[in-house]
């Protein structure tokens, strides 16, 4: 028996997010059931890095799962990418230590939302960000980031249904890039709470209206109360976009604490 980790990327756009259920199609049902006609064993499971949710996307999804295959890791890719649709790609596959494990074990991720903020939509991008067609004061949203940096406890910034045993999170980057009128947010911390990205894209979008005050992400740190911050952000402009894991991980895990 084998333990394998694949990196996939996919267009979120057609699915009802990652994780297999009974109301939608799911990426992960669609990899799973594209492995298990590639190694013959119907009843193969995968476990995903992050839960993504329906409308999100991937351009690196770190998924593991096992198998007695006698497939090369390395060329899961050209297996799996014969069978699956266009819009869900394997980029890389390798075998990890049985005690690898793909959520647990990620010290790090990096979510990227995209906004358009001109007066009229793309119909090429139209799934890939949020659409603004009011000018937004992006000095001010720029003014804003700082304070999401560190370590804070982000209660305020998860929606209800999040199941983590705890609210503290580390930020490392909090930064807003601009290209004409294509605004770029990049997230980068040690683990995220149930829709955090989304409530900070929504939040930074209301302080570029100025319907919130630049300070508000420090006071929904401070007060923790998710009324100080604005609206959940539509998920189409979200992206994982990296999953970081310590060197331990691929080659001692049992060394590592495992984080939920």
């Known amino acids: 028996m084998k333990r394998i980790l694949l990196s996939v990327e996919y267009d979120g756009t057609n699915y009802a997010g990652w994780q297999r259920q ?3 199609l799911a990426v992960q ?9 590639a190694t013959g064993v119907p009843s193969l499971t995968v476990t995903g890095s992050s839960r993504t949710d329906a409308g999100v996307h991937a351009l690196a999804q770190q998924v593991h799962f096992d198998t007695e295959s006698s497939i090369p890791p390395e060329k899961y890719p ?3 990418n014969t069978q699956l649709p266009p819009d869900i790609r394997v980029k890389t596959g390798r075998e990890v230590p049985q005690d690898f494990h793909a959520r647990f074990l990620s010290c790090g991720k990096t979510y990227t939302y995209r906004i358009l903020n001109s007066r009229h939509g793309s119909a090429l991008y139209r799934n890939l960000c949020w659409h603004v067609p009011v000018p937004l ?4 949203m720029e003014a804003s980031l700082p304070a999401l940096l560190g370590t804070h406890d982000f209660s305020a910034f998860q929606a209800a249904g999040g199941t983590a045993k705890t609210t503290l999170r580390t930020l490392d980057r909090a930064e807003l890039l601009q290209e004409g009128d294509r605004l770029t947010l990049l997230v980068s911390g040690n683990a995220f709470l ?5 409530i900070i894209a929504g939040t930074l979008v209301e302080i570029g209206l100025h319907r919130l005050c630049p300070d508000a992400f420090a006071r929904a740190l401070s007060s923790q109360n998710r009324l100080d911050l604005g609206m959940t952000a539509p998920p189409q402009g979200l992206e994982l976009t990296e999953v970081r894991y310590p060197e331990a991980a691929f080659t001692d895990p049992a060394s590592l604490r495992w984080h939920t």
Do not use: K
Request: proline residues 0%; hydrophobic residues 50%; charged residues 20%.
């Open 29 to 37: 049902q669609v990899l799973e059931e594209a492995l298990a006609r």
């Open 78 to 80: 050209f297996v799996l």
């Open 194 to 198: 149930y829709n955090m990205v989304r």
């Open 137 to 140: 004061d992006t000095a001010a």
């Open 22 to 24: 009974s109301n939608g």
